[in-house]
């Protein structure tokens, strides 16, 4: 009998660590989506020359660079963004994308960068930051995200689990199903040390529902500087708990990424 107890109870480890090989083969994450320099004008004074450098350390093949577009207090202003387009392409072996993430700025969607200036950027992410958007009711703060989504150059809604918005998660997904818009599992929703609080219960609700929907998700560590790019740590804990699917993960697949930036723009 403890022979057999001893027998089960390896077979239970080797299976549990198979599956958790085999699931981190499938997540194989290639991009880090949002991240922030200087240039952001808080938390960091590291340039995107220190984050190239981080993400080649973690292996990443592709970089992208989103800092808070000018209606954030003391980010960089139009010209930053419609400059980036003359920036390195590939740095310490990995490929640059250069991006924004908007502010929304009110119920209608509004964000705060031109078309002339979106047209130059690689991509955008849009989502609510006190300092732009004051929390509303649910609706409202749900009807400003969705009338974002609308919006051909917002790629996706970043950490749409930010406690502070009461969000109806349904109507989100939903919407971004219509909208061919992706959903982001923000790395500082689930940190311990994250500054804008924890809501996991929201993000669990809302992968269930991207999985159930195939919206796509895109993992992003918001990371304010070099320190935490690439990091997904907590993420995948959670995606693998969920099962969920590594092709609704963008960062696994850097074609699927940049085909529906393509989509959305037509």
């Not at 340039?47 to 993400?55: D, G, I, P, W």
């Not at 209606?71 to 072996?93: E, I």
Request: glycine fraction near 6%.
């Amino acid at each position: 009998m403890w022979f057999h107890t001893k027998i089960f109870k390896f077979l239970v480890i080797f299976v549990v660590f198979y599956q958790k090989i085999v699931y981190n083969q499938l997540m194989n994450i290639k991009m880090d989506l949002h991240t922030h320099t200087i240039a952001s004008g808080h938390h960091t004074s590291d340039t995107l020359t220190s984050l190239a450098e981080k993400a080649s350390k973690k292996g990443l093949s592709y970089l992208g660079i989103t800092d808070h577009a000018p209606k954030m207090q003391g980010s960089a202003n139009v010209s930053y963004f419609r400059n980036l387009r003359y920036a390195d392409k590939v740095l310490f072996g990995v490929k640059m994308l250069y991006g924004a993430e908007l502010n929304v700025l009110d119920t209608s969607g509004t964000i705060d960068l031109p078309k002339d200036v979106l047209d130059g950027l690689d991509y955008a992410i849009a989502g609510l930051h006190k300092q732009c958007f004051k929390p509303k009711t649910k609706y409202e703060n749900t009807l400003a995200l969705t009338n974002a989504m609308e919006n051909g150059y917002v790629v996706a809604i970043c950490h749409p689990d930010d406690p502070l918005y009461e969000i109806d998660v349904k109507s989100l997904v939903l919407h971004a199903k219509k909208t061919d818009t992706m959903l982001e599992l923000s790395s500082v929703g689930l940190s311990p040390n994250g500054y804008r609080g924890h809501d996991v219960s929201r993000l669990v609700e809302m992968l269930l529902l991207c999985k159930k929907e195939g919206v796509l998700v895109m993992l992003g560590s918001d990371s304010h500087g070099a320190k935490n790019v690439g990091d997904f740590t907590n993420s995948l804990k959670l995606l693998e708990t969920l099962s969920f699917p590594s092709e609704l993960i963008v960062n696994c697949n850097e074609e699927l990424f940049i085909e529906r930036v393509k989509t959305k723009r037509k």
